[in-house]
């Protein structure tokens, strides 16, 4: 009879690292956005400002931690 093998543990579903660097591009998105809106009143610019802010932090968060 073949031995019962054990069962893989399911893969890890998201590191510590990377929620941190999610979540601090979601913050620095939201500040960014309240920020450009509070000095404009133009919320085209201000999303565009915040989605911005959020991809640059995703672009270089991961290369400082």
């Given at each position: ?14 590191s ?6 999610l979540?601090?591009a ?23 400002a ?6 640059m ?9």
């Amino acid at each position: 009879m073949p031995e019962p093998t054990s069962p893989t543990p399911p893969p890890e579903r998201l590191s510590l690292r990377w929620a941190l660097i999610l979540l601090a591009a979601v913050v620095a998105g939201l500040l960014t956005g309240l920020l450009t809106y509070a000095q404009s009143r133009n919320w085209p610019a201000s999303l565009l400002a915040a989605l911005g802010a959020s991809g640059m932090a995703l672009v270089s968060l991961p290369l400082l931690l």
